[in-house]
């Protein structure tokens, strides 16, 4: 493993657990050249996933690319990094139990919006404006008010 803060290769495993879920190790490490410390995660490897884009076209599903726009969508709020790795762990786990071999991307970002919607509103409707491509401000309130109306309901 090399290690992403000098390059050096050889590290040793300080701690080593199951993911919460338990589909994946988590281990973390420690450079034998600079000391820092940095976390892996281990999984099985699962047979190809491939992603319908809106356009046709397919590519292989990259959990890099969900993580990203997940941490975007979560940027500046009390969110941690484990929990955004859940969210794509559960994602590539409700993926496998479905068992098919391709996936629209359209279904990906309504699974994420799900779990977003669920833990934090903000990066809830960070997420959506990309995802959805809001056209102007006013999908974006329509959005909003939908989101207040549905906090009204749960506080009565």
Same mark, same amino acid.
């Given at each position: 493993m090399k290690c992403p803060f000098c390059g050096y290769k050889e590290d040793k495993v300080v701690d080593s657990r199951a993911t919460q879920d338990e589909v994946?190790?988590?281990?973390?490490?420690?450079?034998?050249r600079c000391s820092k410390r940095?976390?892996?995660y281990e999984?099985?490897?699962e047979s190809a996933l491939m992603v319908i884009k809106k356009d046709g076209k397919r590519q292989s599903f990259d959990r890099k690319k969900i993580l990203n726009g997940i941490m975007?969508?979560?940027?500046?709020?009390?969110?941690?990094?484990?929990?955004?790795?859940?969210?794509?762990?559960?994602?590539?786990?409700q993926i496998q139990k479905k068992g098919g071999k391709e996936i629209s991307s359209s279904k990906i970002?309504?699974? =994420?919006? #799900?779990?977003?919607? +669920? &833990?934090d509103e903000v990066a809830y409707v960070r997420f959506a404006s990309v995802y959805r491509q809001?056209?102007? =401000?006013? #999908?974006?309130?329509? +959005? &909003?008010?939908?989101?207040?109306q549905r906090e009204k309901h749960r506080q009565r």
């Open positions: 994946a190790i988590r281990r973390r490490r420690e450079c034998l940095f976390t892996t999984y099985i490897e975007k969508a979560c940027e500046k709020r009390p969110i941690s990094m484990d929990t955004m790795e859940d969210i794509v762990v559960q994602l590539e786990r970002g309504e699974i =994420v919006m #799900q779990r977003l919607k +669920e &833990l809001f056209k102007d =401000v006013g #999908q974006f309130m329509d +959005e &909003l008010k939908t989101i207040l």
